[in-house]
């Protein structure tokens, strides 16, 4: 069953990065006719060549979005993504090292849903879906921990912290690991699922109903929560950036602002008005 076609029209985006080049960029922003999305690849995963797997893994979940037919179903979307990044990646030699991965979250005009594999936060007619897993914030409380103690013990300072890179953060032993939970059709605690090139669990679908919904919010994880507006997206980074730039004390985050930069992380946002 599908619902009517109702026209929609984007309110507000962003899709800005932290990182010191937009050529590093791991998230991808998509608006069709029949779609939008927010993907966010993830900066973990094992390179392709000299490429970055999230970024191999973004533009393949991006393909995939692009080549919907407007009636999809959401598991039609996950093979999809998948199997694009399985033939991206080929023969992956080593299932000890993490495969380039993704998460996105992706409005449906047709079948009126929201559709989510893995962290990306979503907003519906104001009410909030944040995204998150459990092995993230067991990493970002240990990150915050050690940090936190090392500043007291005068080990380290702001500065030399801010310039640490995300994968030599405290947490770097369970992010090179974290991957043995990635789509493990399990109850464990610690399972998560994202587009990784491997069968997606139902477990790790969510479907959101959005059939009647007026606005629509996808967002990734550069931001703190999935923001009513843009404006208050930023400028709740922007607090944080200003009193809290390791993200330590007034958030656990995944690591610093780096000196001289405006996010923290690959930052997107859409908002779009339906009806």
Same mark, same amino acid.
């Given at each position: 069953?599908?619902?009517?076609?109702?026209?929609?029209?984007?309110?507000?985006?962003?899709?800005?990065?932290?990182?010191?080049?937009e050529?590093?960029?791991?998230?991808?922003?998509?608006v069709?006719?029949?779609?939008?999305?927010?993907?966010?690849?993830?900066?973990?995963?094992?390179?392709?060549?000299?490429?970055?797997?999230?970024?191999?893994?973004?533009?393949?979940?991006?393909?995939?979005?692009?080549?919907?037919?407007?009636?999809?179903?959401?598991?039609?979307?996950?093979?999809?993504?998948? *199997?694009?990044?399985?033939? !991206?990646?080929?023969?992956? #030699? &080593?299932?000890?090292?993490?495969?380039?991965? $993704?998460? =996105? %979250?992706?409005?449906?005009?047709?079948?009126?849903?929201?559709?989510?594999?893995?962290?990306?936060h979503?907003?519906?007619?104001?009410?909030?879906?944040?995204?998150?897993?459990?092995?993230?914030?067991?990493?970002?409380?240990?990150?915050?921990?050690?940090?936190?103690?090392?500043l007291?013990?005068?080990?380290?300072?702001?500065?030399a912290?801010?310039?640490?890179?995300?994968?030599?953060?405290?947490?770097?032993?369970?992010?090179?690991?974290?991957?043995?939970?990635?789509?493990?059709?399990?109850?464990?605690?610690? *399972?998560?699922?994202?587009? !990784?090139?491997?069968?997606? #669990? &139902?477990?790790?679908?969510?479907?959101?109903? $959005?059939? =009647? %919904?007026?606005?629509?919010?996808?967002?990734?994880?550069?931001?703190?929560?999935?923001?009513?507006t843009?404006?208050?997206?930023?400028a709740?980074?922007?607090?944080?950036?200003?009193?809290?730039?390791?993200?330590?004390?007034?958030?656990?985050?995944?690591?610093?602002?780096?000196?001289?930069?405006?996010?923290?992380?690959?930052?997107?946002?859409?908002?779009?008005?339906?009806?």
């Amino acid at each position: 069953m599908t619902a009517s076609l109702r026209p929609f029209r984007v309110v507000e985006s962003l899709c800005a990065t932290g990182k010191e080049s937009e050529a590093k960029k791991e998230d991808r922003l998509v608006v069709t006719d029949d779609f939008a999305a927010v993907i966010d690849g993830a900066t973990s995963s094992g390179p392709i060549g000299d490429r970055p797997g999230g970024i191999v893994a973004a533009e393949a979940v991006e393909r995939a979005v692009k080549e919907l037919p407007p009636a999809a179903t959401v598991r039609d979307f996950v093979d999809r993504a998948t *199997a694009n990044i399985a033939a !991206a990646i080929g023969d992956w #030699p &080593d299932e000890t090292l993490m495969r380039p991965s $993704a998460v =996105a %979250a992706v409005w449906s005009r047709a079948r009126g849903e929201v559709w989510r594999v893995g962290d990306c936060h979503v907003r519906i007619d104001g009410r909030a879906y944040p995204g998150g897993k459990e092995i993230d914030r067991i990493g970002y409380e240990f990150r915050c921990a050690v940090i936190r103690a090392r500043l007291r013990l005068g080990l380290t300072n702001l500065e030399a912290e801010r310039r640490v890179p995300t994968m030599e953060q405290p947490f770097r032993p369970l992010v090179t690991a974290q991957h043995a939970f990635l789509n493990l059709d399990s109850d464990d605690p610690l *399972a998560y699922g994202g587009l !990784a090139g491997t069968f997606v #669990p &139902d477990r790790f679908v969510e479907v959101i109903e $959005a059939t =009647a %919904a007026r606005d629509i919010v996808l967002a990734s994880d550069g931001f703190l929560s999935p923001p009513a507006t843009l404006a208050e997206g930023l400028a709740e980074i922007t607090r944080i950036r200003e009193n809290d730039p390791l993200m330590v004390d007034l958030v656990m985050g995944s690591r610093p602002f780096m000196p001289g930069r405006d996010y923290f992380d690959d930052t997107t946002y859409l908002r779009i008005a339906v009806g």
